[in-house]
């Protein structure tokens, strides 16, 4: 629901109240159901805890991004914690692909228990070869479950139909917490749970998980005891970023991307030994190289980005498909968010990779479920699984027209609101009141997007360049005798010294050097 009419204080803090109605509240620690809710938790924690007993060999397989980094962590961490030896592996995108697949079998042949975090769920051939050799699989994933489930062991997954644990929108690392606090309780340990929310917070941002019921619990907590914690690659990214205070949207902007930054462009590995360093030398040294990392992978996304928005095979359809050549398969991803702002629809970005097949990945718009309508012709795909805001897939070139045919046509999808002014305000209203409501319904995120308002008539007093490469703004703006800072990200028009009818903005609160003040992050 959009405003356009200006609203009073209570009004606005009502209208935020009711996203959570839905959700069961405003839900903390104490509203989180139990392990055991889970299809298979006690079947998979019984058969770890013999393994560990007995010293079978265990490896864990994670996933190349944020979340699978951060779920391969968790769960090596509680292993070494409580002196048990695992290896752990995360497949390669360029060499090995996505995920529990048959190209990573040299690196799982020589152990017993084999757990995934994050993947797993389509896993349907490494699941028969474990049956015929022997092997014990454990799938812990939260990718949406397909027609065929792999023959493991034990699957651990929110969004499998009869699993009675009742919150399915969790990311996997918030899947391979509860695998350890499961363990925690069959092995008695004492280990403390809550020092890995944290990492749960910042893998629950980065996958873009509705913060939500006990999602937001878990990050409310997460991002204080990230705020608290004095491990060494946090310690390393504070001192980076030149700030002591981590709140939803320095995760998703600045956090999220260099750990990502890896598995894109390199190596995910990376960023598990960053996340793992043992002191703040190591920790730096690593960080060091996921930012350089990261520098380059923005260069091939802005190239992409240009190319991409010429090719579009389907202009006049509902998604589009957008086609190249020898495009770095780690940006396809990021590349089809900035399309999909571009063009405002859902974008499938595809390029040929070595072996000759389409691969690309999805993205959608607010409200419309991408998986959901590409599902019904996976037969056309090679591979494909994700969300309904995010999937990858791959399919032969000869398959690219039936495809394309297949793909359903909307006539009310093609509008994306997520920029559009909640309300407008003057702006005397801005002020430690209001700030005070918009700060209790944080973290602002998927689900519970800040509130984007509307100021009219405001003037541009100066604007100066900001940022490593002044690609930033920096902006003061008044009203009626009411005068505050602006800033402006990557402004494709930066605004001028001038009178401007309507200017749209999230409010926000900067720290410098010890200073509160608010500002206006310019839409």
Sequence with gaps: MQYSSKLTLEEIENYLKKRFEDSGGLLNLSNLPHPSTFKDMDKACKRIVSAIEKKEKIIIVGDYDVDGVISTTILTDFFESINTDVKWFIPNRFEHGYGLSTKILSHIQDFDVIITVDNGITAVDVASWCLENNKTLIITDHHITPQKLPNAYAIINPKQNDCTFIYPDICGAMVAWYLIAGLREHLKSTINLKSYLSLVAIATISDVMPLLHINRAIVITGLKELNNSQKSFLISLKNHLKSSNFKSEDISFWIA?????AGRMNDAS????????NDLSEANERLTFLVNTNEKRKIIEEEISNQAKEQVLNPNCSILIIRGDDWHEGVLGIVASRMVKYFKKPIIVLSKSKDGLLKGSGRSIKGFDLFASIDPHRDILETFGG???????????????DFINALPNYSDICTDDADKA???IELELIDDRLFKILEKYEPYGEANSPLIFASCNININSTVSMGKNSEHRRYQISQNGKTIEGIHFNPS??????TYNKVSYII??????NVEILQLLIK
């Design 257 to 261: 991307p260099l750990l990502n930054s």
């Design 270 to 277: 990376q960023a598990v030994l960053f996340l793992r360093s």
């Design 387 to 401: 969300h309904p805001m995010a999937i990858g897939i791959s399919l032969r070139e000869d398959r690219l027209k």
């Design 422 to 424: 909640f309300c407008e």
């Design 493 to 498: 028009n930066p605004l001028e010294e001038k």
């Design 508 to 513: 926000r609160k900067s720290i410098f050097k």
